[in-house]
């Protein structure tokens, strides 16, 4: 017996899957990178801001009222170049973050 040629062709065979699983791990922590600056950028988002200009990404920014107080979200999203993961996470891939701005922060226009 050939051990050697077994042994190319069980790497053959798994090279795909670890192939994917490299790729799905870049996918993942490229997203979890644009939470992060989503989660930075909202820091400094106040009740007057309009637009948000960013060099890294296109942002959209939402602002809503609520029972609570006035609802801020950021929305971004990105091309997921792993194959089979985009039916997944969706294609493209979206991230968001919120947060609220009390009543005690926030006044209504009324």
């Not at 989660?39 to 296109?58: G, M, P, Q």
């Amino acid at each position: 017996m050939n051990k050697k040629g077994q042994a190319l062709v069980e790497f053959i065979l798994i090279l795909p899957i670890l192939i994917f699983i490299i790729l799905a791990l870049v996918d993942i922590g490229k997203l979890n990178v644009m939470k992060m600056h989503l989660e930075s950028v909202l820091s400094n988002v106040s009740e007057n801001t309009d637009t948000i200009k960013d060099k890294n990404y296109d942002i959209f920014l939402n602002k809503k009222e609520t029972s609570d107080g006035l609802l801020i979200e950021l929305k971004s999203c990105t091309s997921i170049t792993t194959p089979g993961l985009n039916k997944i996470l969706g294609d493209p891939a979206c991230v968001s973050t919120s947060k609220i701005i009390g009543d005690e922060n926030y006044e209504k226009n009324a």
